[in-house]
């Protein structure tokens, strides 16, 4: 089965009803292992917090802050080697009663397997529409564990989750206080729109590509209101010092307890009435455009010199927005920078998906010196971003 057809089948139920499709991971059970092995590796030690990748490892008795060992390493070449590793432990030592591990954001670290998924829900968004805040993304690997951190409250979440391996069964919670159970197996796609409740099974070593699409009304309110905190984060006239008063605290002058919290509310009033924040929001817009909402993307790769004569292949088109007179933001690959001037708008024009020429040739075209350093840098930092390859050098997409 074609992408294509996935996504017109999931779109006939789209934010109406749960179903299960048939539709094929864009992405193998040997890959996802791979990436899961490599997020758990910093995780060996202990829990690591404010970071992605974050792993946590689930038994019924909770989740364990330390795993250590019972993490997947490089001597489990597979899920299944793994879960029969977990098997082997002694008794009390590990999950023998079931586990699951899961991995929330790791596909940036990935870029082949982030731009697949990548590929994947871009053509899902031409049939349903594309998300206004990013997605998140999650790997699981599980057997014989009940997760029902869902069964509480209604989602805010649509969710949409491949199963490369073994089955992956949702109780959904009905109206009428009864149950309702979906099973999707391998080579199937199991879709829970937003509002929907329910409790999930992973039974016969499940493996999964898990896509969480925000949308509820709250999650675009809290969208904005941290990018603004960043923005008064980041003034020269706050410095965000929370003071301690003296007891009792006086009712006026300058130590008045009101004056930490005036201050504050002064810098978030001179952040959000300036030009800054809408310009934050159109680039944060443009970067979750060009990546079909697929946040944290891969960081740039390796900086290369070019010449007049190195050959380019175009492969990625570029997200551009207006953003006042003669400036514009681009974004390719969940990536956002500002151009300004007419050779942008130019340069622009030359650069459309699956065309091949010279560096030399593109200064040329665009009314430039051949040795242009303008054209020079904007053309590094396109393959920088993955946007253009340089097709005579040797080099791979990386």
């Known amino acids: 089965m074609t992408t294509t057809d996935w996504t017109e089948l999931l779109a006939r139920v789209w934010g109406k009803e749960p179903a299960v499709l048939p539709a094929v991971a864009p992405a193998d059970p040997a890959h996802l292992h791979r990436t899961i ?19 946590r490892l689930h038994t019924p008795l909770g989740w364990l802050g330390a795993p250590g060992h019972l993490l997947p390493d490089a001597a489990d070449p597979s899920p299944a080697a793994y879960r029969a590793r977990l098997r082997g432990e002694p008794p009390g030592s590990g999950p023998d009663a079931g586990f699951l591990l899961n991995v929330r954001q790791p596909l940036h670290t990935d870029w082949s397997l982030w731009s697949a998924v990548r590929d994947a829900l871009a053509e899902l968004w031409r049939q349903v529409g ?8 999650e790997l699981t690997e599980g057997d ?23 089955a992956l069964e949702a109780e959904l919670a009905e109206a009428d206080g009864e149950f309702r159970v979906l099973r ?30 925000p949308r509820a009304q709250r999650l675009a309110t809290g969208a904005v209101k941290a990018l603004l905190a960043e923005a008064v984060r980041d003034r020269a006239d706050y410095d965000g010092t929370v003071p301690c008063l003296p007891h009792p605290p006086p009712a006026d002058g300058p130590h008045a307890p009101a004056e930490p919290v005036i201050a504050a509310g002064e810098a978030v009033r001179a952040a959000a009435g300036g030009a800054e924040l809408p310009t934050a929001l159109r680039t944060r817009w443009a970067a979750w455009w060009s990546s079909a909402g697929l946040d944290p993307a891969p960081g740039p790769r390796a900086d290369v ?14 997200v551009r927005l207006p953003d006042g007179p003669g400036r514009w933001i681009w974004a390719v690959n969940g990536h956002a920078f500002p151009i300004g001037g007419a050779a942008g708008e130019r340069i622009a024009r030359q650069l459309w998906a699956g065309r091949e020429l010279t560096v030399g040739e593109l200064c040329r075209a665009v009314g430039a010196d051949e040795h242009n350093g ?24 990386g």
Do not use: M
């Not at 010199?305 to 492969?315: D, E, I, Y």
């Open 37 to 55: 092995v490599a997020a758990c590796e910093p995780f060996r030690a202990g829990t690591v917090f404010q970071t992605l990748p974050q792993v």
């Open 130 to 137: 594309l998300p206004c805040l990013p997605v998140e993304a």
């Open 144 to 166: 014989g564990f009940t997760r029902a951190r869902n069964l509480g409250l209604p989602s805010e979440h649509a969710v949409l989750a491949w199963v490369l391996e073994g």
């Open 184 to 213: 999707a197996t391998a080579g199937e796609l199991l879709y829970l729109p937003e509002g929907s409740r329910w409790r999930e099974h992973h039974l016969d070593g499940c493996l999964t590509l898990r896509i969480s699409v």
């Open 305 to 318: 010199p070019v010449t007049p004569g190195q050959r380019l292949r175009v492969v990625r088109g570029v």
């Open 374 to 397: 303008t054209v020079a840098a904007l053309v590094r930092k396109l393959h920088r971003l993955r946007a253009i390859d340089l097709t005579d050098s040797g080099r791979t997409d």
